[in-house]
C-alpha cells in the first residue's frame, strides 16, 4: 500500500475508552515507502483521521510515553543496541513541543538531545557528517536530534549554501551513513512534522503576541517564510530519496499538536516493541547470593 494518506483523512482509530490504547499503525499511515515520489500536496497536515477526540489522544500518548519508559530501561540494560530519532520541520512545526511531550517519562541518564544550530567554523572544516557522527547515541541509549544533517539538504540547497552538485551527492552519503548505523545496531526513525503555511502563520503571531513567546521570534523567521515553495520542495526531494528500510522517514500532520504527539509516540513505541527487547539474565547464579 502506497505510504501516508491523500486529502480526505487516514484510516486512524479512536483510542480505545477503557484502557486508552491507540491501535493505529502509523507505519502504514505516514511511513514514507522507499522509491515513492513525495508530493506533500497529497499529504493533510490538519488530518486527524477518525481520531477527533483531544482528549482520548492525549490520554493514549500519556500511555505511550509510559510503554517507551518501560522499554527504555530494556534497552539500557540489554547494552546492544541504540535509537536515535530525528525530528525535521519547517519554523514552529513543533520540534521542541514533540520532545517535551514525547520523551517527558524518560530517565535523562540514558537520553541524549542535539540541536543542531548553524554549523561552527570547526565543523565547516570537517565533511558535513562529522559533527553528527559524534553526537550519535551510544548503545543502550535514546538519541533525539533536533534538526540534523539534513540541514544540509534543506536550507543548505534552498541558500545555495554549496554547489549543487556537492548537494545532489549529499543524499547517498546520508543514505550510507544512516545504513552504517542500522548495520551498528541503531535504530533509526525520522519524522517531518508537517503543518500548513496558515498554520505558520498562527504560530508566527503567536510568538508577536504572547509575552512569553517573544523569545522565540526571530526576523529571520519571516525571511525564511518567503522561501516556503523552495523548502517544500527541499523537503520532498528528501523525503523521496532519503527514506530506506533501515531509516524511514514519516509525514506526520502537524497542524494539531495532541495528533502530531500521538503519531510520533505511537510511531516509537511500536518501532520498539518490534525490537523484542528483554531484560538481560545473569550469567551468575544467584539463588546461593545472600546480602548480610
Not at 517507551?68 to 530519532?85: G, S, T, W
Not at 536550507?155 to 552504517?180: C, S, T
Request: aromatic share 8%; charged share 25%; hydrophobic share 40%.
Amino acid at each position: 500500500m502506497e505510504a501516508g494518506r491523500h486529502l480526505g483523512g487516514v484510516a486512524v482509530r479512536e483510542a480505545l475508552a477503557l484502557d486508552n490504547l491507540c491501535t493505529m499503525d502509523v507505519h502504514k499511515l505516514f511511513a514514507i515507502k522507499p522509491g515513492t515520489k513525495v508530493r506533500l500536496l497529497n499529504f493533510d497536515p490538519g488530518d486527524t483521521g477518525e481520531f477527533s477526540d483531544k482528549n482520548a489522544a492525549v490520554a493514549a500518548t500519556v500511555e505511550n510515553v509510559k510503554k517507551l519508559a518501560e522499554v527504555q530501561l530494556k534497552l539500557f540494560a540489554e547494552n546492544k543496541r541504540a535509537l536515535l530519532i530525528i525530528l525535521q520541520g519547517i519554523d514552529t512545526s513543533g520540534k521542541d513541543g514533540t520532545i517535551r511531550h514525547c520523551m517527558s517519562g524518560l530517565n535523562p541518564a540514558g537520553v541524549t538531545v542535539t540541536s543542531f544550530k548553524k554549523p561552527t567554523e570547526h565543523e565547516l572544516d570537517h565533511d558535513f557528517l562529522w559533527r553528527v557522527h559524534q553526537c550519535v547515541p551510544g548503545k543502550g541509549e535514546i538519541g533525539v536530534f533536533n534538526r540534523s544533517h539534513y540541514e544540509d539538504v534543506l536550507i543548505g540547497k534552498v541558500r545555495k549554501l554549496a554547489p549543487a552538485a556537492e548537494i545532489e551527492a549529499r543524499y547517498d552519503h546520508i543514505n550510507n551513513f544512516e545504513q552504517l548505523l542500522a548495520d551498528s545496531g541503531t535504530i533509526v526513525l525520522k519524522f517531518f512534522l508537517y503543518i500548513s503555511k496558515d498554520e505558520q502563520k498562527k504560530r508566527l503571531q503567536q510568538r508577536l503576541e504572547d509575552p512569553t513567546k517573544n523569545w522565540k521570534f526571530q526576523p529571520g523567521d519571516l525571511e525564511e517564510r518567503k522561501l516556503w515553495p523552495d523548502y517544500i520542495k527541499a523537503y520532498e526531494a528528501a523525503l523521496s530519496r532519503c527514506s530506506t528500510k533501515s531509516a524511514p522517514w514519516f509525514v506526520i500532520p502537524s497542524d494539531k499538536k495532541w495528533f502530531r504527539n500521538l503519531a510520533v509516540s505511537q510511531a516509537i513505541v511500536d518501532t520498539v516493541k518490534a525490537m523484542k527487547i528483554s531484560m538481560p539474565k545473569s550469567m551468575l547464579d544467584l539463588s546461593a547470593v545472600k546480602v548480610v
